[in-house]
């Protein structure tokens, strides 16, 4: 029996993801709740987020609008950490826009510092 985690959100993670249109958030939200149970689906199309190792998970969810990206933290020890959620406005290419690039990097250290003190590792 696995262990739940707790999801936590950073920055304005939450806020975006409801912006979003209510299949999105349905699929992302379900995405999450497996994530925090430590599974996956294989029909939710997820990847390891390119450049931050395998730990960084983004799900990736399309409609007629568009593309939608919800980035979190899969593997610190304390809880699944949502980093960002927001809508690829690119239109070629699969790269990501260097802000929401360096948005995920800030929010990423912000979880980890989150996390260590969760933990009780103050060093």
Known sequence: MSTE???IWVGSSKHDLLEMPEEVIDTFGYALDLAQKGITDPVIKTKALAGLGSSVIEIIESDEAGTYRAVYAAKLA???YVLH???KKSKS???HPKPDL???RKRLKYAQALDKEARGDRA
């Open 5 to 7: 985690k707790p999801l």
């Open 85 to 87: 959620a927001f809508m």
């Open 93 to 95: 290419g699969i790269a």
């Open 78 to 80: 304390s809880a699944i």
């Open 102 to 104: 360096e948005l995920i």
